[in-house]
């Protein structure tokens, strides 16, 4: 089955849904939204969307929870993340503040063969 191109915002959520996890909280609608900068409903969509693709399991007034393969896409975008930050601000000198942001914008770009050239530039 070939792999199915994800928008941003798909990425964002799911980013977002991991990071809830990571810090032990529930992925309750209301706080993925406010998190998200969205609408209560909007956030329910998207959900709703992520759900159908296989990418959380969603019990209603209970939260989302990642599957692996929604798990494995939002460690991804992570991954991207975060050898951005680190290449910014380490090998063109970018400023903390700055590096986030550029890295919020980049990590949805960042192909697997750029990534694996961060990754050997930065000593892996």
Known sequence: MA??????????YLKELYKLHAAGERATTTELA????VSPPSATA???????????????????TLTDEGERTALEV???HRLLEQYLAQ??????????????????ALSEELEAHIDKTLGY
């Not at 792999?3 to 964002?12: F, M, P, T």
Request: hydrophobic letters at 45%; aromatic letters at 2%.
């Open 91 to 108: 090998t063109l000198g970018l400023s903390l503040d700055a590096v986030h942001a550029e890295a919020d914008r980049l990590e949805h």
């Open 34 to 37: 406010r998190r998200m900068g």
């Open 46 to 64: 998207m959900i709703k969307k992520l759900a159908e693709l296989g990418l959380v399991a969603h019990t209603p007034y209970k939260g989302a």
């Open 3 to 12: 792999k199915v191109e994800l928008s941003n915002a798909i990425q964002d």
């Open 78 to 80: 992570v991954r991207h």
